[in-house]
Nanobody
Framework: QVQLVESGGGLVQPGGSLKLSCTGSGFTFSRYGMSWHRQVPGKERELVASITGGLADADTDYLDSVKGRFTVSRDNDKKTAYLQMNSLKPSDTAVYYC?????????WGQGTQVTVSS
């Protein structure tokens, strides 16, 4: 059974940091490209950061508004992807979802709430 389990969300003050984790099971984690998306009520889900899978060195990509503040990484031995979020802003408030994708296979986690507020 395929599972993606996110953790690490919560309430943080503006300027603070959080690190999200996404642990996969039931599939060959290292093959899959991993990505983080976020969604606020009434808006479409948006891609925040991605990291490639496979044998080659991983490439990363970011939404313009998070470049320089967020870092995506992965540990294939732990079957876990991470999103380090620094200098958080109220506009970063959303439910964050991780995604695993390889060929026609596309899996989502359940989401974790991140709230940036004073």
């Amino acid at each position: 059974q395929v599972q993606l389990v996110e953790s690490g969300g919560g309430l943080v003050q503006p300027g603070g940091s959080l690190k999200l984790s996404c642990t996969g099971s039931g599939f060959t984690f290292s093959r899959y490209g991993m990505s983080w998306h976020r969604q606020v009520p009434g808006k479409e889900r948006e891609l925040v950061a991605s990291i490639t899978g496979g044998l080659a060195d991983a490439d990363t990509d970011y939404l313009d508004s998070v470049k320089g503040r967020f870092t995506v990484s992965r540990d294939n031995d732990k079957k876990t992807a991470y999103l380090q979020m620094n200098s958080l802003k109220p506009s970063d408030t959303a439910v964050y979802y991780c995604n695993a994708k390889w060929l026609a296979n596309n899996y989502w986690g359940q989401g974790t709430q991140v709230t940036v507020s004073s």
